[in-house]
């Protein structure tokens, strides 16, 4: 069974290259490159890696992002809303399925099972994939995932989301959580409502200057725990809108 969905896998991320002759040379360096650089860094998708550049790059990518083949994230290097990207080239791109990750980037059972501090990178970035897969899933992202950098390149934040007018840091860790250096560094800057860490650890909603838990397997519920902290919560009746009148009349009738 294993052998077959690998195969199932493979044949998934040939069909997803096939565009047409002139794009399906670029849309699977895009996909080998993707599976790669998460695989070795988690690093934000470089172009020039992907066999070209802007020009010759940027159609297959957004081919396969309309298709849903590809989620990208966006670097944004303070806490605006809505966020603010950093150009048009800063971004990291991820696949909609772990599995397609580890199939394209040949990462086998027995890598991600052990425990060893050697591959502790690789399942870090399959960790922080699948976690925006579920956010995109429980907040309805579409291409609207940003994470934060400080633009130095000394700190990074894995995903920054926004409820109502409020950002919120999620970091997501796939082993022991010790000190969150990035997290600290964001929210020592920003002052954020709330701060996720999305982890191994069992749920644990902070208050005020306090780290809120979510484990990995409930990161679907996510809405859920951001509300029980106050973010983005709607009233339950809201009042109804007034009737726009060009005659300067309201709706019981009074002028």
Same mark, same amino acid.
Request: overall charge negative; charged content about 25%; proline content about 6%.
């Given at each position: 069974?294993?052998?077959?969905?690998?195969?199932?896998?493979?044949?998934? #991320?040939?069909?997803?290259?096939?565009?047409?002759?002139?794009?399906?040379?670029?849309a699977?360096?895009?996909?080998?490159?993707?599976?790669?650089?998460?695989?070795?860094?988690?690093?934000?998708?470089?172009?020039?890696?992907?066999?070209?550049?802007?020009r010759?790059?940027s159609?297959?990518?957004?081919?396969?992002?309309?298709?849903?083949?590809?989620h =990208?994230?966006?670097?944004?290097?303070?806490?605006?809303?809505p966020?603010?990207?950093?150009?048009?080239?800063?971004?990291?791109?991820?696949?909609?399925?772990?599995g397609?990750?580890? #199939?394209?980037?040949?990462?086998?059972?027995?890598?991600?099972?052990?425990?060893?501090?050697?591959?502790?990178?690789?399942?870090?970035?399959?960790?922080?994939?699948? $976690?925006?897969?579920?956010?995109?899933?429980?907040l309805?992202?579409?291409?609207?995932?940003?994470?934060?950098?400080?633009?130095?390149?000394?700190?990074?934040?894995?995903?920054?989301?926004?409820?109502?007018?409020?950002?919120?840091?999620?970091?997501?860790?796939?082993?022991?959580?010790? =000190?969150?250096?990035?997290?600290?560094?964001? #929210?020592?800057?920003?002052?954020?409502?709330?701060?996720?860490?999305?982890?191994?650890r069992?749920?644990?909603?902070?208050?005020?200057?306090?780290?809120?838990?979510? !484990?990995?397997?409930?990161?679907?519920?996510?809405?859920?725990?951001?509300?029980?902290?106050?973010?983005? $919560?709607?009233?339950?009746? !809201?009042?109804?809108? =007034?009737?726009?009148?060009?005659?300067?009349?309201?709706?019981?009738?009074?002028?």
């Amino acid at each position: 069974i294993p052998f077959f969905g690998q195969r199932v896998q493979q044949r998934v #991320c040939q069909n997803a290259a096939v565009a047409g002759r002139d794009v399906q040379r670029a849309a699977e360096h895009a996909l080998d490159t993707a599976a790669r650089q998460l695989a070795e860094s988690g690093d934000r998708f470089m172009l020039k890696d992907a066999g070209g550049t802007v020009r010759n790059t940027s159609g297959p990518l957004e081919w396969l992002l309309r298709a849903d083949l590809m989620h =990208r994230a966006w670097e944004v290097n303070d806490d605006r809303v809505p966020p603010n990207p950093r150009g048009g080239i800063y971004f990291k791109l991820y696949y909609p399925d772990v599995g397609l990750l580890t #199939c394209k980037a040949g990462v086998e059972y027995d890598t991600l099972s052990d425990r060893d501090g050697f591959t502790s990178g690789i399942r870090g970035a399959i960790a922080e994939n699948f $976690v925006l897969n579920e956010l995109t899933y429980a907040l309805d992202l579409g291409d609207d995932a940003f994470y934060w950098a400080n633009g130095k390149g000394s700190a990074e934040v894995d995903f920054l989301v926004t409820f109502g007018l409020d950002p919120v840091p999620v970091e997501v860790k796939s082993g022991k959580v010790g =000190r969150i250096q990035s997290l600290e560094t964001y #929210c020592s800057r920003y002052s954020p409502k709330a701060a996720f860490v999305v982890s191994g650890r069992n749920v644990r909603l902070g208050g005020a200057r306090e780290y809120s838990f979510v !484990p990995l397997y409930m990161v679907w519920k996510f809405v859920m725990y951001a509300e029980a902290l106050g973010l983005g $919560v709607r009233p339950t009746n !809201p009042p109804p809108m =007034r009737r726009w009148d060009p005659m300067g009349e309201s709706d019981d009738g009074e002028s």
